[in-house]
């Protein structure tokens, strides 16, 4: 029996509650001999990252194994080094007992150690506070253990160190460099015994370290670069250990440059593999020591991605040469790479966005990510030559996921403007087994707009997408230009041109479903968070394609990003928009907030209050300007949130807020759901 209501209206068990305390964010997993090891984000104690190992080895036939949660509370283990942090931990066998776990405590971002058996002691300094920094001024990211060649064997990280002083450049003094911490604390009190490995740099990433020792391979980059824009290569011979230097000498930039990214270096025996993009794709390159850079495969398809993330990794060589390679355009794939023929051979895996994988010693690959049909997991299976036995499930990021027939499928789409440039998209039809609308009657739509704006809308099963479709309202994913995924010339369509090509190519898509009779053009709402508020708000100020929409942690005045931002982003509009201040008067034109008088829809504001990447003030100017230009708004400020809501009752409040908004503008119902109250005045 099918039960007929309008759009946006159906009852649907799936709750904003069920969002935030329903399911766990997890951390990409690692191998610590035959256990998996893995980080969990807790809602419920806000947003807390524990460390997960499972209870015993995995095996082939393992599914759903008991846990152990080893990092107690009130411990968070989570960087700050660039504010996005990334890595935060690790855990080697040391032969002592235990595994020795190591991790950036966030509070502080100190690095502690300790063993399922004893309590976290910190190995490095504490750093003071340094205003500039909106926090600790010393931070530490992307544990790499490493054996060198005198058969020592130590962890090295990336150390981020904030000055209270200026630069050359007039903004905040600071620098990282790649440091080993030694293990028994001798410096939690004093970072001079921490040994620098290489030079000082604006940003490092990646340390790798050949299997004989005698090398080390990173990456650097320095403003106005993104790492996504350009970053060298560097190739550095480490000095006798045995004399107590470690230390690189006599390194070099052997591949990448301003206008090349190079990424993801992994030595294979004697050879270094990586990643670049002077093809105009991001694809497998090699370098012999001495040698020219070689590429090992020319292919229309992305093997990397932008790298937001200290330790994100496409690339995973196994000891025979072949390489775990993880690539594709809309979807992606995870395929074996032999270098020596070029050759790419796809595992088969159903996933359509993956996250990281990794092979244990006794060959058994563990993957995490998202499919068309089910929730984020971690899953594990056999991996034998280029084939891959049967897959099972480890932890998947929802114990309680709602019945299939409340969830949308994903279709990837790609649409043409009128200019004949190709636009991608992810559509979402409304979608619950049981409930049809009216004959007649076009559902509303919300166009959802990616952050970054370097990166992607992932193809893939997302509850809060089921949120709003088992309700009866559409949502298209905007992959406008710039995102990443599709080439190096579709990425660099947004240098200069942020604010007029993200918008442009989200009208575009959401004029092609309303002509196609898929959405109701005069209930058309959008949202997005950070970039994606930016254009948001820039999309309800300069077109009057939509009704309402949601901006959450948004951009709304460019001059006060570029005056008030975090040191990795700080020069970011360089590309986005142009060079400040040269260039202010195209950042005060884009601004969303000098066009508010061209709104004349509701719009919902929704922020942290410690958010340093964009503060409560972009949120605040905005809504003052709706304030006095009467527009119904509504701005909800979350204490303890900075740039993303991990509380429980944060994610609640955002999500219900949301539905009751759309369910105002659009006129539907929203039983169960407390009403938002919108004003007109400040």
């Not at 981020?160 to 003094?173: F, L, M, N, S």
């Not at 309303?514 to 959405?519: H, Q, T």
């Not at 999309?539 to 009704?547: A, G, H, K, P, Y």
């Amino acid at each position: 029996m099918v039960t007929t209501l309008p759009y946006g209206s159906w009852p649907s068990p799936i709750s904003a509650e069920q969002l935030a305390v329903g399911g766990n964010r997890l951390g990409s997993p690692q191998w610590v001999g035959d256990q998996l090891w893995w980080t969990e984000a807790l809602a419920a104690e806000g947003g807390r990252q524990t460390i997960v190992r499972t209870a015993e080895a995995v095996t082939e036939d393992t599914e759903s194994p008991e846990t152990i949660t080893l990092l107690p509370a009130p411990f968070n283990a989570r960087s700050r080094v660039h504010e996005y942090g990334g890595a935060s931990w690790t855990a080697i066998n040391d032969n002592v007992g235990l595994p020795l776990i190591l991790f950036v405590n966030f509070a502080d971002q100190r690095i502690y150690r300790f063993r399922q058996d004893e309590g976290p002691t910190p190995i490095s300094p504490a750093g003071p506070e340094v205003a500039s920094a909106h926090g600790p001024a010393l931070r530490w990211a992307q544990p790499t253990p490493v054996t060198l060649a005198d058969g020592i064997k130590e962890v090295w990280w990336i150390c981020e160190q904030h000055y209270d002083r200026k630069g050359e450049d007039g903004a905040p003094h600071i620098e990282r460099f790649i440091g080993a911490v030694p293990l028994d604390g001798s410096a939690a009190e004093d970072l001079s015994i921490v040994r620098r490995i290489t030079p000082s740099a604006r940003f490092v990433a990646d340390p790798q370290v050949s299997p004989d020792g005698k090398h080390v391979a990173w990456i650097s980059w320095e403003h106005p670069q993104m790492p996504w824009d350009g970053t060298q290569l560097h190739l550095g011979e480490l000095a006798d250990t045995s004399a107590g230097n470690g230390v690189v000498v006599n390194h070099t930039v052997v591949d990448g440059d301003t206008g090349t990214s190079v990424l993801n270096p992994r030595w294979s025996g004697t050879e270094l593999i990586y990643l670049s993009d002077r093809s105009g794709w991001w694809n497998p390159w090699r370098l012999q020591i001495g040698g020219q850079p070689e590429q090992i495969l020319a292919d229309e398809q992305e093997y990397a991605g932008p790298y937001w993330q200290l330790g994100m990794s496409w690339l995973e060589p196994f000891r025979d040469g072949r390489t775990l390679s993880i690539h594709g355009r809309a979807t992606d794939k995870l395929g074996v790479l032999d270098p020596a023929s070029g050759e790419v051979t796809d595992l088969g895996l159903p996933h359509t966005a993956i996250a990281s994988a990794a092979v244990s010693e006794g060959g058994l690959l563990a993957v995490y990510g998202v499919r068309a049909d089910e929730f984020a997991a971690i899953s594990v299976a056999p991996l034998h030559a280029n084939r891959l036995g049967q897959l099972r499930t480890i932890r998947s990021s929802r114990d309680n996921a709602p019945d299939p027939g409340l969830l949308p499928t994903p279709e990837p789409i790609t649409i043409t403007d009128i200019s004949g440039q190709e636009v991608h998209a992810v559509l979402y039809r409304p979608y619950q087994e049981g409930f049809a609308a009216p004959a007649g009657e076009l559902p509303p739509f919300i166009a959802q707009v990616h952050g970054g704006p370097t990166a992607k809308a992932a193809v893939g099963l997302s509850l809060a997408v089921a949120y709003y479709t088992s309700r009866g309202i559409g949502v298209v994913d905007i992959n406008y230009g710039g995102s990443t995924g599709f080439g190096r010339a579709y990425r660099d369509r947004l240098k200069g041109t942020w604010g007029v090509v993200d918008v442009a190519d989200t009208v575009a898509v959401m004029e092609h479903l309303v002509g196609a009779g898929i959405a109701d053009g005069k209930r058309l709402g959008i949202e997005g968070g950070s970039a994606g508020g930016w254009t948001t708000l820039a999309c309800l100020t300069r077109t009057d394609t939509f009704s309402a929409g949601a901006s959450s942690f948004g951009v709304a005045d460019a001059v006060a990003l570029a005056q008030d931002t975090h040191d990795f982003e700080s020069r970011y509009l360089d590309q986005l928009i142009g060079r400040y201040p040269e260039d202010e008067h195209i950042y005060r034109e884009r601004a969303p907030l000098n066009h508010v008088d061209s709104l004349d829809c509701p719009v919902l504001l929704l922020q942290g209050d410690e958010d340093p990447i964009v503060p409560p003030n972009q949120a605040e100017m905005f809504r003052d300007a709706l304030a006095a230009k009467g527009i119904p708004h509504a701005y909800l400020l979350f204490a303890g949130e900075q740039h993303g809501f991990r509380k429980a009752e944060n994610i609640i409040a955002a999500h219900e807020a949301s539905l009751s908004f759309y369910g105002q503008i659009f006129g539907f119902e929203t039983p169960g759901i407390p009403t938002l109250e919108l004003s007109s005045s400040e």
